[in-house]
């Protein structure tokens, strides 16, 4: 299992310690692969972008209207958090529904 976030988010903190076997991705730091992306957005479309986070709020109106793939390997920040990958199947944030999908919490 893979949480794809950031080590200094506390829902991404939660996510590790309930799947202390996961391994965490920190985006700011270590990047993610465009696949990952480009099949995260596929699955969950323009929610993959937190349009609640200081670095949207940071944002222009120009850089809003970007293409959200281009918007996220800008700022990886920007993803919503965590997301997760768990034998071939994709989560998105650390809902009781991510939670029963993957058998904890």
């Known amino acids: 299992m893979t949480i794809f976030g950031l080590k200094n988010c506390d829902t991404c903190r939660k ?4 799947c202390p076997s996961a391994t965490l991705i920190d985006v700011r730091a270590d990047g993610i692969a465009d696949r990952m992306l480009e099949a995260a957005l596929a699955e969950f479309g323009e929610i ?3 349009k609640r986070s200081t670095t949207w709020r940071n944002l222009d109106e120009t850089a809003r209207q970007s293409d959200p793939l281009a918007l996220l390997r800008a700022h ?9 990958e768990a ?3 994709l989560y998105l944030g650390w809902t009781k529904e991510t939670q029963a999908g993957l058998g904890v919490g």
């Open 76 to 84: 990886p920040s920007l993803m919503k958090r965590p997301l997760i």
């Open 15 to 18: 996510a590790l310690k309930s």
């Open 48 to 50: 993959l972008v937190n």
């Open 87 to 89: 034998e071939g199947k």
